[in-house]
Structures are given as C-alpha cells and as structure tokens.
C-alpha cells in the first residue's frame, strides 16, 4: 500500500518522457511504474493531459531576510510553490550577510516557521571573513558568493582575495559563484552621465555595456583555470558573447565552470525597459533583441548549464523612480512565481523540450548545488517533489494573484502557454487550482553537498 499514486500523465525526467504512474511512499519516490500497472495507494491524484515533472530548484533567490519590506520566507516560498518551485536557494545578501555560521543558524531560525519549500543557503568570501568559510562549508552553506562590483550592503570582493578563497573552497569540495562586472568600467560611464545629467533609462542601458560584463566573466573563467578543483558558476549571464566564451574555455580543457542565465534574459530586452520602465531595470540589465535570441541558443545547444530567477524583489517605492530620476531605482526583478511560464512559453517557441527544461530548471541545478541527492528528478528514493503542468492552458499574467509581498512582476499582462495545476512536495500537496495546502513551516532546510557525484 503506498500513500500516493499519480496517474494519467506523462512523466518528464531528465532522461526523457514516457506514460507511467509514480507512487509515494512515506515522502519519497518508492516505484516508477507502467501505465498498465495495478498497484494499490491511499490517494490518487489523475494528471490526465497534464505534465508530471519533476519540482523546479531554482538556486538563485533573495528571500529578503533583514530588509522586511523587500520580501519574507513565506511570501517567496508560498510564491515558489505557485510557480512549480520546490526547492530554492537563498543568497547570503540578507541582513546580517550569511558568511558566517551564527548569521546561517540566525536566518534557519527565522526561516523555519515561515517556509512552504524547501530550502538551502549560500555562504560567501568577502574581506574579513576567510577564517569563516570552512565552518559554513561544514553548516550546509557550501556555495560563495562574491561580486566583482560593488553591490549595496554585500562587499566586493578583490581578485587575491577570490583566488585565495578559491583555492580553499576548492580544497574542502565547494563551489564559488560571481556575479562577474567590471566595477570600473561600470562606474567611469555612470559618473560620467551623472556630471552631464543624464538620468534615463537609456544611460543606465549604456553604463552597462556588454563589454562590461565580458571581461569580467572571462577574468573569472581564467581564475577558475588556476584552481580546476574548486568548482565555479557564472551568475545570472545577460550576454550571448559570455556564454561563448565559456564555450571556448571548456574547448581548452577548463571544465570546473557552470553558468546559469535568468528568464528576463530569455524574454525582455532593452526596447521593453525603455517602454515599461523601473520594473524591469535589474543588473545585468536586459540587453538587445538580437542578444535574446543569441542567448536562447547557447541555452539549446547546451552551453548554459541553468535557468534560475534570480528573484530580487523591492518595495514599490524602491522600484519608482525620484523625480524621473532612473538612477534613484533599485536593480532586481522578482521571478520566482513566472519563472516556469516564462521559459515554457518562450522556450517552446525554439524548440525547447520539456526534457531540457527539466534538465535546466530542475536536474542540473539541483546537482551542480550539491542537492541531487534528493531533489531535482524523477527517480526512486529522491524526494516525491513533483508538479503538474497543463503544457495547453493559456493565461495573462494578473500581478494581484502573485504571492509576493510586493505584489509586482515585469510580465504584467503578459500571455503565457503551459500554467501549473498543482504541486506536492514530499508527497504533500502544498498548492493547487491557486491556493496554498499548506500551513507555513511546511518547508525543510537541505544541506549542499556539492563533492558528492
């Protein structure tokens, strides 16, 4: 007798699609069965013309922790669960910054009784905290961030500093992240058009040029060739040209480095953010129409390892610019209940399959942060985190329905093909037909353990 069997659909893995019923016992995938097969359960939920896949784990969320009215765990994980987000990450860029294990147990304990996903935490190198680094690896955290630009509350951190706490992460089995600007370059162009008055949208387009972000994702890429035991990933990658150098590089041999890139990436462009303003403004900011499509093919044939939402929400005072001025606007857009439908709907349109998506929103992400000992596929003994999606149902995008705190996203009335139906985690129901299952604190915190095969 199991305690769950779905029924009816068609199982999306990270090996492909086929007709089966998978049945759950006491939270975990227990058998992958024939359509054909008789087998007894104490629930059964029919997913007929529905897509069963595998829960979504994005590894790049801001759960706002410190800075109330950005966002909180509850909002955010009640979102995820919306969006076919089973599993998320949280960046250490809270208040306290994660870097050390008191601010790790300090976020855990606020986060438990709010979240309805589950969840794991970055750590991260900043000046001044080196010595904290093996014990974070050691509470779970074993992914660091750095940035090589500055960023509100959260240090740059300085090439001898990364290759020095590259070399240790490297040595205990974890993994270095960078969001990769240059910061000079950047802010040369910024005080420039600060001194001649310019404060549009278009300015902050052309502080950030692709070249900007270039040469810091390939200082990266040549760092991790110094230290190819310690594994490295390339945040939120806008540009077409930085995928193709990390193509380069795996042809020379460098092969510790991942990339992912975000849905904004994959479907706005820098024509949307003149016409629809602050909301849209994030860093990297979107970049042209013909980067978009360039982009979408270093997603299809493989280059990108993963699609994540980087969701980085704000008040709605932040996100409204001061006297026109767009400088006054806070970067970051939120993601994490559309990022599903966005790259569904625009995926599918250049052959995208559900395969790959799976592979990309779900499987590879789950592996390269240390979680694929539970999450991220369909396969017996992982976690039963599971999702049906209608890949047919055609919808607007209602920014009054998001779960968020700050109830906004930048695909306001935006039509979408493929909606979620329903989605379980450790065999629970916790949302369907757009209401949550579940009482927050559902949610359980995952260690990484990224040195595992």
């Given at each position: 007798m199991y305690d769950l069997v779905i029924e009816n659909g068609t199982l999306v893995t990270s090996q492909g699609e086929y007709k089966g019923k998978i049945a759950v016992k006491d939270g975990k995938i227990a058998a992958i069965l024939s359509s054909e097969s008789t087998i007894s359960a104490s629930e059964y939920i029919d997913a007929q013309d529905h897509l069963v896949m595998p829960g979504l784990v994005d590894t790049h969320v801001h759960c706002g922790h410190g800075t109330p009215e950005r966002e909180n765990f509850e909002c955010v994980t009640k979102a995820a669960a919306a969006g076919g987000i089973t599993t998320i990450v949280d960046m250490p860029l809270s208040e306290p910054s994660t870097v050390t294990v008191d601010a790790l147990e300090e976020k855990k304990k606020s986060a438990f009784p709010q979240v309805v996903v589950d969840f794991s935490l970055y750590s991260g190198i900043i000046p001044h905290h080196m010595n904290d680094i093996e014990a974070t690896f050691e509470a779970g955290a074993q992914c660091y961030k750095i940035f090589t630009c500055r960023c509100s509350n959260y240090p740059m951190t300085y090439d001898g500093l990364l290759l020095k706490g590259m070399k240790?992460?490297?040595?205990?089995?974890?993994?270095?992240?960078?969001?990769?600007?240059?910061?000079t370059l950047i802010?040369?162009?910024?005080?420039d058009f600060l001194l001649s008055g310019r404060d549009d949208a278009q300015a902050y387009l052309e502080s950030h040029p692709e070249y900007s972000e270039l040469e810091a994702v390939k200082r990266f890429i040549f760092l991790s060739s110094l230290v190819p035991n310690c594994k490295t990933h390339i945040c939120h990658l806008s540009i077409a040209s930085g995928a193709e150098a990390l193509r380069e590089a795996r042809g020379h041999g460098i092969t510790n480095i991942?990339?992912?890139?975000?849905?904004?990436?994959?479907?706005?462009?820098?024509?949307?953010?003149?016409?629809?303003?602050?909301?849209?403004?994030?860093?990297?900011?979107?970049?042209?129409?013909?980067?978009?499509?360039?982009?979408?093919e270093m997603v299809l044939n493989g280059t990108i390892d993963m699609i994540v939402s980087d969701h980085s929400p704000h008040s709605f005072e932040k996100k409204t610019p001061q006297n026109n001025n767009f400088w006054t606007v806070s970067e970051g857009c939120t993601g994490v209940q559309t990022l599903l439908p966005v790259v569904a709907t625009e995926g599918r349109k250049r052959g995208l399959s559900w395969t790959q998506?799976?592979?990309?929103?779900?499987?590879?992400?789950?592996?390269?942060?240390?979680?694929?000992?539970?999450?991220g596929d369909i396969q017996i003994g992982y976690d039963a985190d599971l999702i049906l999606f209608d890949p047919l149902?055609?919808?607007?995008?209602?920014?009054?329905?998001?779960?968020?705190?700050?109830?906004?996203?930048?695909?306001?009335?935006?039509?979408?093909?493929?909606?979620?139906?329903?989605?379980?985690?450790?065999?629970?129901?916790?949302?369907?037909?757009?209401?949550?299952?579940?009482?927050p604190g559902y949610g359980h915190y995952y260690k990484m353990d990224i040195a595992a095969k």
């Open positions: 240790k992460i490297g040595q205990l089995g974890g993994m270095v992240c960078a969001h990769a600007e240059n910061d802010q040369e162009l910024v005080d991942t990339a992912e890139t975000c849905p904004q990436y994959l479907a706005l462009d820098e024509e949307d953010l003149i016409r629809d303003g602050a909301l849209l403004k994030c860093d990297p900011p979107v970049r042209s129409r013909e980067n978009v499509e360039r982009l979408w998506l799976v592979k990309l929103c779900a499987t590879q992400p789950a592996r390269r942060f240390g979680l694929g000992y539970a999450k149902k055609e919808w607007v995008q209602d920014d009054s329905k998001l779960f968020y705190l700050n109830k906004w996203s930048p695909y306001k009335n935006k039509k979408f093909k493929g909606q979620i139906k329903r989605t379980i985690i450790r065999g629970k129901t916790v949302f369907i037909d757009g209401k949550i299952q579940v009482k």
